[in-house]
Nanobody
Framework: QVQLVESGGGLVQPGGSLRLSCAASGSILSIYAMGWYRQAPGEQRELVATLNSGGSTNYVDSVKGRFTISRDDAKNMVYLQMNSLKPEDTAVYYC???????????????WGQGTQVTVSS
């Protein structure tokens, strides 16, 4: 079994910063991609940022220059540094990872349970 657990969400004022963390655990052979998605009330889940094993990143236009995704392969963790937060960044943020396991060496997509980020004064 593979688990993804997010942490670091909370309430922050506009212009503030938060750092989200996601830890992957279980029978992991390798992680080929990790990323963050978010879902605001009444909205569809959207991609925020992704980072593959080769180091390539992808960001939604609305967060470029403000958010930075990074990963620590030794710890099976991915981070999202969020600066200059805006009220429209308010959402539940989900960690996603493409992970190869002994029972599924071709890889599967896994999701965390989500962490709430609220940007408000």
């Amino acid at each position: 079994q593979v688990q993804l657990v997010e942490s670091g969400g909370g309430l922050v004022q506009p212009g503030g910063s938060l750092r989200l963390s996601c830890a992957a655990s279980g029978s992991i052979l390798s992680i080929y991609a990790m990323g963050w998605y978010r879902q605001a009330p009444g909205e569809q889940r959207e991609l925020v940022a992704t980072l593959n094993s080769g180091g390539s990143t992808n960001y939604v236009d609305s967060v470029k220059g403000r958010f930075t995704i990074s990963r620590d392969d030794a710890k099976n963790m991915v981070y999202l540094q969020m600066n200059s937060l805006k009220p429209e960044d308010t959402a539940v943020y989900y960690c996603n990872a493409g992970i190869r396991t002994p029972v599924a060496p071709w890889g599967n997509s896994y999701w965390g349970q989500g962490t709430q980020v609220t940007v408000s004064s």
